[in-house]
């Protein structure tokens, strides 16, 4: 009986230390908001979601393999909840799986291309919302390639931590079908620093159009110094095709502590090569932090279009009516944003 009871206690314990060596954890955000937006003389009124963070399901996990060497997935899809996702969960916002150690970490699958990654994270709001400027649908009239966000077939590289040097490699396959056709190809990379109160990184990333004229470069500097109570930062991107078309932006941003909430603020203007097709984009918003993990939020956004330039006011799916080439657009929405 001694015996059986010391092999219980043991068999007990040794599946103690193994679930403890392993955890998988259900995370997601809920965010609904309504906006009106006016343009060419229209307005339009709706329900809108992800204002000020995506709307999204997932589950990730981690399992610790001893002697430093840890492995991890990580599943996260888009939630549409204004319509219960009509469409079907997918996992397209990020699936992949690593190895991380001290050398770092490799991960593979659907993720962010780190050109991206880098303009939305000095994004005052986080390109996201009616306020978002720097999102590659609307940072260049050249065409914003299919790899623009997120890059399917990915390998990635993250440097370990290095004293606050951080940094990001990745190449994507296009999944082409003939043989020694390179089109959606994706390569770049993002390196920087961050510590204590100041954040600086460069990004660059290609993706291989179907000619060489149709290829697209990404290039971005962010920049941005915590000082407490107040966040200036700055963005400079610029995207170019192998055509020699180039669209060049500039957003300076601000977030300011008030309490329980944020104000924040952006202007970006885009400049188009040769061109007087240009516009620029002025965006005020606040977030009142209900609690850790619910947030009331508020933003008003207006676009100033040149020459025949059509840039909107958007929010998945929800955009200006009617914008005329050289026109005005404006929007403002408000909603709620839950995380759990």
């Not at 955009?319 to 657009?329: D, E, H, I, L, M």
Request: aromatic share 10%; no cysteine.
């Amino acid at each position: 009986m001694k015996k059986s009871l010391l092999a219980l206690a043991a068999l007990t314990a040794f599946a103690g230390a193994a679930s403890a060596q392993s955890s998988v954890t259900l995370f997601g955000i809920v965010d609904a908001g309504v906006a009106r937006l006016s343009g060419g003389g229209k307005t339009k009124l709706g329900m809108t979601n992800s204002g000020y963070n995506s709307s999204r399901f997932g589950v990730r996990g981690v399992e610790d393999m001893g002697g430093g060497l840890q492995a991890g997935f990580w599943l996260e899809g888009q939630l549409t909840n204004d319509d219960g996702n009509a469409a079907g969960l997918n996992f397209q916002r990020r699936s992949t799986v690593s190895l991380m150690g001290g050398f770092g970490e490799i991960r593979m699958g659907r993720d962010y291309t780190p050109t991206f990654w880098n303009t939305t994270v000095y994004d005052p709001f986080g390109t996201n919302g009616v306020g978002q400027a720097l999102t590659p649908g609307m940072l260049s009239a050249v065409g914003n390639g299919t790899a623009a966000v997120r890059s399917n077939n990915s390998i990635s590289y993250f440097l370990p931590a290095l004293g606050g040097v951080t940094g990001q490699f990745m190449y994507a396959f296009g999944e082409n079908t003939s043989g020694g056709v390179k089109t959606n190809n994706y390569m770049g990379g993002r390196v920087g620093y961050a510590a204590g109160p100041i954040s600086v990184h460069v990004a660059y990333g290609k993706t291989d159009g179907a000619t060489d004229a149709a290829d697209i470069k990404y290039t971005n500097f962010g920049f941005s110094f915590d000082a407490g109570m107040i966040k200036p930062s700055l963005v400079i991107a610029q995207e170019k095709t192998g055509g020699g078309a180039k669209m060049v932006a500039i957003e300076p941003g601000l977030a300011v502590t008030l309490g329980a909430g944020v104000l924040k603020a952006s202007y970006a203007r885009h400049d188009l090569k040769d061109s007087d097709n240009d516009y620029t984009k002025i965006a005020l918003g606040y977030h009142h932090n209900l609690s850790k993990r619910t947030t009331l939020y508020t933003t008003y956004a207006r676009v100033s279009n040149k020459g025949t330039a059509v840039a909107t006011v958007q929010n998945n799916g929800l955009s200006n009516p009617g914008v005329t080439p050289g026109g005005n657009a404006s929007g403002f929405e408000f909603g709620v944003r839950h995380a759990f």
